[in-house]
């Protein structure tokens, strides 16, 4: 038996939309609004999908989606564009 477990999990670059979300299995996911339109790393498992910045450290975490055509927002990135234009996010 290995001394350690393997971890079973995929990773893809993948743009963000002008939103700052990306697509993942036909679901979406948030990332911030500072990667908007940028690539960011994302790692998938069976039940977590992480967005990684540049230096592969978590921006946000999501619970995985099943289905299709659902979203997952995490609002703790936006807070900050929010309270400067509230009418940012629709």
Do not use: F
Not at 15 to 35: H, I, M, Q, W
Not at 41 to 56: A, F, Q
């Amino acid at each position: 038996m290995p001394a350690k477990e393997y971890e079973c999990v995929k990773y893809e670059t993948l743009k963000a939309d002008k939103y700052g979300y990306v697509k993942v299995d036909l679901n979406l996911y948030s990332t911030s609004p500072r990667y908007a339109l940028n690539k960011v790393l994302v790692k998938i498992s069976y039940n977590k999908v992480d967005v990684l910045n540049d230096e592969n450290q978590v921006i946000v975490n999501h619970s995985r989606l099943y289905g299709q055509y659902r979203k997952s927002m995490k609002w703790q990135p936006y807070l900050n564009l929010m309270a400067k234009r509230p009418t940012a996010l629709k």
